[in-house]
C-alpha cells in the first residue's frame, strides 16, 4: 500500500483537527493566541484617592485607585514622585479594589509628598492618575 503524504492543502477543519489531536496525545501543545492591542485598543484609566490630605511622619495613609480598561487592567502600581523628579515605586496591586497602605516617611513639617498611580492594561499600555498630595504635619 502506497504511503500517503499530508500537504496540508486542501486540508478541511477535519484533518486540522486530527492533527491537533495527535499533537496533543504525543505530548505536543496546541497554543492558540490572540494578540491585544491594535488600533482600536485604548489604553487604561486610572484615578487616585487618598484616606487622608495631611499626616504625621509614621502615619498610616491608604491610597486608592480605580482603574478602567477595554480588555482588562493587568496592575495597579502606587508611586511617591520625590523633590529630585524620580518616581519611587511603593507597591502594586493586581487585582480589585486597587489600594495600597503607605506610611508617611520622616520629612519636615509642611512637606507635601506627591503619589500617583499607574495603571497597566493586559497588552501593556499604561496611564498615570493625577496626583494626590499629602502633607507631612
Same mark, same amino acid.
Given at each position: ?10 486540508? $478541511? ?13 504525543c $505530548?505536543?501543545?496546541?497554543?492558540? $493566541? ?31 485607585a ?8 493587568d ?63
Open positions: 500500500m502506497p504511503r500517503r503524504r499530508f500537504s496540508g492543502r486542501g486540508a $478541511g477543519p477535519a484533518a486540522v483537527t486530527l492533527v491537533a489531536v495527535a499533537l496533543v496525545a $505530548g505536543g501543545g496546541v497554543y492558540l $493566541g490572540f494578540g491585544l492591542g491594535g488600533p482600536a485598543d485604548r489604553p487604561p484609566s486610572v484615578a487616585l484617592a487618598a484616606s487622608a490630605t495631611e499626616g504625621l511622619p509614621g502615619a498610616t495613609v491608604r491610597l486608592l480605580a482603574a478602567t480598561d477595554d480588555f482588562g487592567v496592575r495597579v502600581s502606587f508611586y511617591r514622585r520625590e523633590p529630585n523628579g524620580t518616581d519611587t515605586l511603593l507597591g502594586s496591586d493586581l487585582a480589585e479594589p486597587y489600594q495600597l497602605d503607605v506610611t508617611l516617611p520622616a520629612s519636615p513639617a509642611g512637606t507635601v509628598l506627591r503619589h500617583f498611580a499607574r495603571a497597566v492594561d493586559v497588552a501593556g499600555q499604561s496611564a498615570d492618575s493625577a496626583a494626590v498630595d499629602i502633607t507631612v504635619r
